[in-house]
């Protein structure tokens, strides 16, 4: 196996990537010959960079009977390649003052580092040669898949939320991938062999199926041309047919009772929605973030205050709705009902869905409607003091099959959102053949 290190020391010292001056930030988007997208937001605040490459391909293109494939091959890929011993680069990174680390979604698969600006050399090399010559073998498939296993079992089946939370997103996907487990289904991880993983890797793992997005202390044209050297001359492939996750648009209410050991009663709803990609109207995306916030954004909120404050029915409410997806997605309630007052899990589900309804009858104010987008959109200001989450946004947005060149205009979308839209939008998407519900409950235990 070839060693790296002076490679990395010759690349430090050939790649001077340190900012002359400071000056505002500015972003740049290139193609690479090879298809690969190059995108670099240069700041220069701060002496570090934030490199981050996604792999259009998740656990939404797996096959059925191969759930936890993309996650798998995430894994492997830190297990060496023609210039990396298994687990080297982490340590070349730590090394050099840097981090790196990996995750897999639905529709996609991210690894990221950050390194000192004079070391973005090393971490293309390292990102380019995983790429291209990943070394995937049974033996270390064996032990690798011990490793998921007991991941799963710790993040999934020994966590009563996560378990309860698994097969209700399993039975809101009727007629789409979205809703096996990106980890894997147990069975399917025992039958997993390293001729898949090979196979996942040399359908996806193409320069014209990636994007590169660099943050930080850099320079443009600096960055192109390291791009260029490292990841130019791998070759683009044909790739295979990726589809979009869609859902039937009104599958009928569904419903789910489990019990779990050391599980606090809990009520989990999902609505199956459209994302900003899957959208049929621009106002859509925008209108349902808007809702989610003004129904359990913060304390004022309308659940919060009647069901939590006033009631005194649950003594924690939330709700979750990601736009920013290629697929279709759920718009969740989740509550941890207070039993003494509320007596069943079925009282507190109808009481939140007649709260919604009174967002159907009438439209809200417009004074809560402008508090819940200030509050969006100052998080979404201080989400851009952080170069990471700059960078995440940015691959984020790519691989749903947007831009973020668009940013802006979906914002003046969201700004000219009006309380109308927020009572349509209710009436059309929390409908009762759009739910799902799950009713979590404690395991009863059989007494002596």
């Given at each position: 196996m070839?060693?790296?290190i002076?490679?990395?020391?010759?690349?430090?010292?050939?790649?001077?990537?340190?900012?002359?001056?400071?000056?505002?930030?500015?972003?740049?988007?290139?193609?690479?010959?090879?298809?690969?997208?190059?995108?670099?937001h240069?700041?220069?605040?701060?002496?570090?960079?934030?490199?981050?490459?996604?792999?259009?391909?998740?656990?939404?293109?797996?096959e059925?009977?191969?759930?936890?494939?993309?996650?798998?091959?995430?894994h492997?890929q830190?297990?060496?390649?023609?210039?990396?011993?298994?687990?080297?680069?982490?340590?070349?990174?730590?090394?050099?003052?840097?981090?790196?680390?990996?995750?897999?979604?639905?529709?996609?698969?991210?690894?990221?580092?950050?390194t000192?600006?004079?070391?973005?050399?090393?971490?293309?090399?390292?990102?380019?040669d995983?790429?291209?010559?990943?070394h995937?073998?049974?033996a270390?498939?064996?032990?690798?898949?011990?490793?998921?296993?007991?991941?799963?079992?710790?993040?999934?089946?020994?966590?009563p939320?996560?378990?309860?939370?698994e097969?209700?997103h399993r039975?809101?996907h009727?007629?789409?991938?979205?809703?096996?487990?990106?980890?894997?289904?147990?069975?399917?991880?025992?039958?997993?062999?390293?001729?898949?993983?090979?196979?996942?890797?040399?359908?996806w793992y193409?320069?014209?199926?990636?994007?590169?997005?660099?943050?930080?202390?850099?320079?443009?044209?600096?960055?192109k041309?390291?791009a260029?050297?490292?990841?130019?001359?791998?070759?683009?492939?044909?790739?295979?047919?990726?589809?979009?996750?869609?859902?039937?648009?009104?599958?009928?209410?569904?419903?789910?009772t489990?019990?779990?050991?050391?599980?606090?009663?809990?009520?989990?709803m999902?609505?199956?929605v459209?994302?900003?990609?899957?959208?049929?109207?621009?106002?859509?995306?925008?209108?349902?973030?808007?809702l989610?916030?003004?129904?359990?954004g913060?304390?004022?909120?309308?659940?919060?205050?009647?069901?939590?404050?006033?009631?005194?029915?649950?003594?924690?409410?939330?709700?979750?709705?990601?736009?920013?997806?290629?697929?279709?997605?759920?718009?969740?309630?989740?509550?941890?009902?207070?039993?003494?007052?509320?007596?069943?899990?079925?009282?507190?589900?109808?009481?939140?869905?007649?709260?919604?309804?009174?967002?159907?009858?009438?439209?809200?104010?417009?004074?809560?409607?402008?508090?819940?987008?200030?509050?969006?959109?100052?998080?979404?200001?201080?989400?851009r003091?952080?170069?990471?989450?700059?960078?995440?946004?940015?691959?984020?947005l790519?691989?749903a099959?947007?831009?973020w060149?668009?940013?802006?205009?979906?914002?003046?979308?969201?700004?000219?959102?009006?309380?109308q839209?927020i009572?349509?939008?209710?009436?059309?998407?929390?409908?009762?053949?759009?739910?799902t519900?799950?009713?979590?409950l404690?395991?009863?235990?059989?007494?002596d």
């Amino acid at each position: 196996m070839k060693r790296l290190i002076a490679g990395l020391v010759l690349g430090i010292a050939l790649q001077p990537l340190l900012a002359c001056a400071t000056r505002a930030p500015s972003t740049h988007e290139f193609i690479l010959d090879n298809g690969l997208k190059l995108i670099v937001h240069q700041d220069n605040r701060a002496s570090l960079v934030h490199t981050h490459l996604w792999y259009r391909s998740g656990s939404n293109q797996e096959e059925p009977g191969k759930s936890g494939l993309a996650h798998a091959v995430e894994h492997m890929q830190f297990n060496g390649s023609s210039k990396l011993c298994p687990g080297e680069s982490d340590q070349i990174l730590q090394h050099l003052g840097g981090s790196e680390n990996a995750t897999t979604e639905h529709d996609a698969t991210l690894y990221f580092q950050t390194t000192p600006p004079h070391a973005l050399a090393v971490s293309f090399e390292m990102l380019a040669d995983q790429m291209s010559t990943s070394h995937l073998t049974q033996a270390q498939w064996m032990g690798e898949r011990e490793v998921i296993k007991s991941e799963r079992s710790e993040v999934v089946d020994n966590n009563p939320v996560q378990r309860a939370r698994e097969l209700l997103h399993r039975l809101a996907h009727p007629a789409s991938p979205q809703g096996s487990p990106i980890i894997g289904w147990l069975h399917d991880l025992e039958r997993l062999h390293i001729d898949d993983l090979k196979r996942w890797y040399q359908q996806w793992y193409a320069p014209n199926n990636a994007i590169l997005v660099v943050a930080g202390d850099v320079q443009a044209e600096q960055v192109k041309a390291l791009a260029d050297r490292y990841f130019g001359p791998i070759p683009r492939r044909a790739l295979p047919v990726r589809t979009v996750a869609r859902e039937l648009a009104a599958p009928g209410e569904r419903s789910i009772t489990q019990y779990i050991a050391h599980q606090p009663a809990m009520l989990y709803m999902a609505f199956n929605v459209p994302s900003q990609n899957t959208q049929t109207a621009p106002h859509i995306a925008p209108a349902l973030e808007l809702l989610s916030e003004m129904l359990a954004g913060g304390d004022s909120s309308l659940l919060k205050s009647q069901l939590w404050r006033s009631e005194g029915l649950v003594t924690a409410i939330t709700t979750h709705y990601n736009a920013i997806s290629r697929g279709d997605e759920l718009f969740n309630i989740s509550a941890m009902p207070d039993m003494e007052k509320a007596k069943s899990l079925e009282a507190v589900k109808e009481r939140i869905i007649g709260i919604i309804d009174t967002l159907k009858k009438n439209p809200p104010a417009l004074e809560d409607l402008e508090r819940a987008r200030t509050r969006i959109i100052a998080r979404r200001v201080f989400d851009r003091d952080e170069l990471f989450n700059q960078a995440s946004r940015m691959g984020e947005l790519e691989v749903a099959g947007l831009s973020w060149q668009d940013e802006q205009a979906r914002l003046d979308v969201f700004k000219s959102i009006t309380p109308q839209d927020i009572q349509h939008t209710a009436q059309t998407f929390l409908s009762r053949d759009r739910l799902t519900t799950s009713y979590a409950l404690p395991e009863e235990v059989p007494h002596d």
